[in-house]
């Protein structure tokens, strides 16, 4: 707790509002919320449908791509951004060269957010009763009616508190940006590499003002976190 | 028909994402010949790298282990105003930047900090040394124990404890015979997670350190390092080593995920 206060403390004052408006905070918070909110967007889709397919499909080596899943929380972010850079930078083997720009952040967070959603799905689709979703087939609803009104409100709270883990891990990302990104201000430089270039350059308040509204925003995610989890447990409480 | 799209949109999702740029880790690594990536690897610097790593990994694991079980038991089993308080407290290194974490250690440790100068007067020196990088990889480490075993807890209830106790075993008799033994898997889970996260951190701990080669440079600074000096292959190697011990935690983390069921 202590170290957290020092930030607060460290961004107080006047030079809060001018080191927090400066045009070059406000283009790398831009930059990371807007690059968190796509992120969370193509989670929630891709993340879904791969949770599903890992719990209602068969096929060979399912196992295996299950194990997968984990591979983002095992690796260092930065040989993350590495791996990357090799498939997606110069030199591309495959021809698809997006280091350096703003599409290189976006593929870099999806790569150290993809278990989140998945692994916040995957155990609320495996426990969901599949006798509604027979009974509405024998009511001879379609499967797209289905999957609207019986699967997806089940199994919405677990996507919703993926992605906003997700998200919260997408906005304060670095290891896997500092390689592949490029960093360079008004352009590709995200929050945490501007918070992380002003403590070198020893503006530490200019880092603190940033910081600050990231940790706000960080208390404001565990908030909704935790509503969501609440919401989540109705049912076993009630 | 709609399975079998569905499947390939997952599948190739993750070949896309995961699969495909990690195998090139392995591709690269080896670019130059084995006996190339031995020198890079037999590097003074690059050693110390990853003894420094395994140090702070050592230090940091048990420390937040023990944090983690008892800030569980505290959660759970406790009844104090402010449990809740401390649960979502326990979770905003998950939520945080990491670079923010080694600002606040930078701010409260550095020269002019709260803490700075007291542990400067003392000659300790705690910012661009080991102390503040076990430091900051503590405090990012730190949920992993407590939120596997919160769950494990909350499941096993309290009758065999409340059993133990009616039969006249003391607190820590009945914490090392009744609540250890029973929550065992998850405990190891959050060890296994707690060391995946030690041995990567990369933000925080280059907040604090300073980059020091050879003396403050853990193995993931020292693969940013050589990648920026242009020693790519050099940067590979050390990105393979890494590579091959998540593969390991990998494997222990589906091997225990039965019993712990999903992260």
Same mark, same amino acid.
Request: hydrophobic share 55%.
């Given at each position: 707790?202590?170290?957290?206060s020092?930030?607060?403390?460290?961004?107080?004052?006047?030079?809060?509002?001018?080191?927090?408006?400066?045009?070059?905070?406000?283009?790398?918070?831009e =930059?990371? =919320?807007?690059?968190?909110?796509?992120?969370?967007?193509?989670?929630?889709?891709?993340?879904?449908?791969?949770?599903?397919?890992?719990?209602?499909?068969?096929?060979a080596?399912?196992?295996?791509?299950?194990?997968?899943?984990?591979?983002?929380?095992?690796?260092?972010?930065?040989?993350?951004?590495?791996? =990357?850079?090799?498939?997606?930078?110069?030199?591309?083997?495959?021809?698809?060269?997006?280091?350096?720009?703003?599409?290189?952040?976006?593929?870099?967070?999806?790569?150290?957010?993809?278990?989140?959603?998945?692994?916040?799905?995957?155990?609320v689709?495996?426990?969901?009763?599949r006798?509604?979703?027979?009974?509405?087939?024998?009511?001879?609803?379609?499967?797209a009616?289905?999957?609207?009104?019986?699967?997806?409100?089940?199994?919405?709270?677990?996507?919703?508190?993926?992605?906003?883990?997700?998200?919260?891990?997408?906005?304060?990302?670095?290891?896997?940006?500092?390689?592949?990104?490029?960093n360079?201000?008004?352009?590709?430089?995200?929050?945490?590499?501007?918070?992380?270039?002003?403590?070198?350059?020893?503006?530490?308040?200019?880092?603190?003002?940033?910081?600050?509204?990231?940790?706000?925003?960080?208390?404001?995610?565990?908030?909704?976190?935790g509503?969501?989890?609440?919401?989540?447990?109705?049912?076993?409480?009630? | 028909?709609?399975?079998?799209?569905?499947?390939?949109?997952?599948?190739?999702?993750?070949?896309?994402?995961? @699969?495909?740029?990690?195998?090139?880790v392995?591709?690269?690594?080896?670019?130059?010949?084995?006996?190339?990536?031995?020198?890079?690897?037999?590097?003074?610097?690059?050693?110390?790298? &990853?003894?420094?790593?395994?140090?702070?990994?050592?230090?940091?694991?048990?420390?937040?282990?023990? &944090?983690?079980?008892?800030?569980?038991?505290?959660? @759970?089993?406790?009844?104090?105003?402010?449990?809740?308080?401390?649960?979502?407290?326990?979770?905003?290194?998950?939520?945080?930047?990491?670079?923010?974490?080694?600002?606040?250690?930078?701010?409260?440790?550095?020269?002019?900090?709260?803490?700075?100068?007291?542990?400067?007067?003392?000659?300790?020196?705690?910012?661009?040394?080991?102390?503040?990088?076990?430091?900051?990889?503590?405090?990012?480490?730190?949920? &992993?124990?407590?939120?596997?075993?919160?769950?494990?807890?909350?499941?096993?209830g309290?009758?065999?404890?409340?059993?133990?106790?009616?039969?006249?075993?003391?607190?820590?008799?009945? &914490?090392?015979?009744?609540?250890?033994?029973?929550?065992?898997?998850a405990?190891?889970?959050?060890?296994?997670?707690?060391?995946?996260?030690?041995l990567?951190?990369?933000?925080?701990?280059?907040?604090?350190?300073?980059?020091?080669?050879?003396?403050?440079?853990?193995?993931?600074?020292?693969?940013?390092?050589?990648?920026?000096?242009f020693?790519?292959?050099?940067?590979y190697?050390?990105?393979? @080593?890494?590579?091959?011990?998540?593969?390991?935690?990998?494997?222990a983390?589906?091997?225990?995920?039965?019993?712990g069921?999903?992260?």
């Amino acid at each position: 707790m202590l170290p957290i206060s020092a930030v607060v403390w460290a961004s107080h004052g006047a030079s809060f509002a001018r080191a927090v408006t400066a045009p070059e905070a406000v283009a790398a918070l831009e =930059l990371s =919320l807007g690059t968190a909110v796509v992120v969370s967007l193509v989670n929630a889709i891709l993340g879904t449908v791969t949770a599903w397919v890992l719990v209602r499909d068969e096929f060979a080596g399912k196992p295996l791509v299950n194990a997968l899943i984990d591979l983002p929380f095992a690796l260092p972010t930065i040989v993350a951004g590495l791996t =990357l850079l090799a498939l997606y930078g110069p030199r591309s083997p495959v021809g698809i060269g997006v280091a350096f720009t703003r599409t290189a952040i976006v593929l870099a967070l999806l790569f150290v957010t993809l278990p989140f959603v998945v692994r916040t799905v995957q155990p609320v689709l495996h426990e969901l009763d599949r006798e509604a979703e027979e009974a509405a087939r024998s009511l001879g609803a379609s499967e797209a009616r289905i999957v609207w009104s019986i699967v997806l409100p089940n199994i919405l709270p677990g996507i919703l508190s993926g992605v906003a883990l997700a998200f919260a891990r997408a906005v304060g990302e670095i290891g896997a940006l500092v390689l592949i990104a490029g960093n360079i201000p008004y352009k590709t430089e995200v929050a945490s590499v501007f918070v992380f270039n002003h403590i070198q350059s020893g503006d530490q308040a200019g880092a603190a003002a940033v910081a600050v509204v990231m940790l706000a925003g960080s208390f404001a995610l565990l908030l909704a976190i935790g509503g969501l989890r609440f919401l989540a447990t109705r049912h076993e409480r009630a | 028909m709609r399975r079998l799209g569905l499947r390939s949109v997952a599948l190739g999702y993750l070949l896309v994402v995961l @699969v495909g740029p990690v195998t090139m880790v392995f591709w690269r690594a080896f670019d130059g010949g084995a006996d190339h990536l031995w020198h890079s690897l037999s590097d003074p610097n690059t050693v110390h790298a &990853f003894e420094l790593t395994l140090i702070v990994t050592a230090i940091a694991v048990p420390l937040n282990t023990v &944090f983690g079980i008892a800030c569980a038991l505290a959660v @759970v089993r406790g009844r104090f105003p402010g449990a809740g308080v401390v649960n979502a407290l326990v979770d905003l290194p998950l939520a945080l930047s990491p670079v923010v974490v080694g600002l606040s250690l930078v701010l409260l440790y550095g020269r002019d900090g709260w803490l700075g100068g007291l542990f400067e007067r003392h000659g300790v020196q705690i910012l661009f040394a080991l102390p503040s990088m076990v430091l900051a990889t503590i405090f990012v480490s730190l949920p &992993f124990v407590a939120r596997e075993v919160v769950p494990m807890l909350r499941e096993i209830g309290t009758e065999q404890e409340q059993a133990a106790h009616t039969l006249g075993a003391a607190g820590w008799a009945t &914490f090392w015979r009744v609540t250890l033994p029973s929550i065992r898997w998850a405990v190891i889970y959050g060890v296994v997670l707690t060391t995946a996260r030690c041995l990567g951190e990369y933000g925080a701990v280059a907040v604090v350190s300073g980059h020091i080669e050879g003396r403050t440079e853990t193995a993931t600074l020292r693969v940013q390092d050589a990648y920026e000096n242009f020693d790519v292959p050099g940067a590979y190697g050390i990105s393979l @080593v890494l590579a091959v011990m998540s593969v390991l935690v990998l494997v222990a983390m589906t091997l225990l995920r039965p019993r712990g069921e999903t992260a």
